[in-house]
């Protein structure tokens, strides 16, 4: 009987333990996002000087193609990737409720702005067909997260609402993982050019594919707590 409940106490023990180092864990990738997204953010926003030379050489000829639906693109963006990145610190939610809201909205319209430029400049003058296919994929599944998120919240669904804003943001953070996946195949000898029809894809797949699977493990984390 004894050895029962030491067993029962050291499994719930483990459960805590293993609840906490996750949550630590998820505590440092939040921050580590935020600080990403905020960096990045700002950086994009030297394209509002209109300055080709600003621009990475790979992405010059699409910049001076397409003018200031490049620079809006960007642009807004930018103001996407920044306001998300807010929704996640739990105190402005929790004490701010107002300033939620407006950044939220701020963050519906840039998603739009940014998603519908996006839409114009796929079709990149050196990314081809199968670079086109991938971003413009990106930017119709953005639009169409966001759009959700945002009905949602407007019925007052807020639960749905949050897990369609995750969907909505993993593809916003496309723009950290697009640039940190450039940097790194530019650290391996490979350009842009070389490399567009992979990053097309692996810039925004992986990571709603990690979001999906994380929010199915609190579905089922969920369901079985209420059995128990």
């Known amino acids: 009987m004894t050895m029962g409940m030491d067993s029962e106490v050291y499994s719930v023990t483990a459960t805590t333990a293993s609840r906490k180092n996750s949550s630590l864990w998820f505590r440092w990738a939040k921050f580590l996002m935020i600080g990403l997204a905020v960096v990045i953010s700002v950086f994009s926003l030297r394209y509002l000087t ?16 397409n003018g200031s639906i490049f620079i809006a693109h960007a642009a807004f963006a930018a103001v996407a990737l920044f ?31 940014g998603g519908l430029t996006a839409l114009v400049i796929a079709p990149d003058v050196k990314s081809g067909e199968v670079a086109t296919v991938g971003f413009s994929l990106l930017a119709v599944l953005w639009i169409g997260t966001t759009l959700a998120g945002w009905r949602f919240a407007t019925t007052g669904n807020f639960a749905s609402h949050k897990r369609w804003m995750m969907r909505s943001y993993g593809l916003t953070a496309a723009g950290i993982s697009l640039r940190l996946q450039i940097a790194g195949f530019a650290l391996a000898g490979f350009s842009y050019t070389h490399v567009s029809d992979f990053l097309s894809f692996s810039c925004w797949v992986p990571t709603l594919l990690v979001i999906e699977l994380w929010l199915a493990s609190l579905t089922l984390r969920r369901s079985q707590a209420v059995r128990t």
């Open 50 to 65: 209109g300055n080709v030379s600003l621009a990475p050489v790979d992405l010059r000829a699409s910049m001076l193609k």
């Open 83 to 113: 306001t998300g990145s807010l929704q996640f610190l739990d105190g402005l939610r929790s004490k701010y409720p107002k300033v939620h809201r407006w950044t939220g909205r701020v963050y519906v319209v840039a998603c739009m702005v």
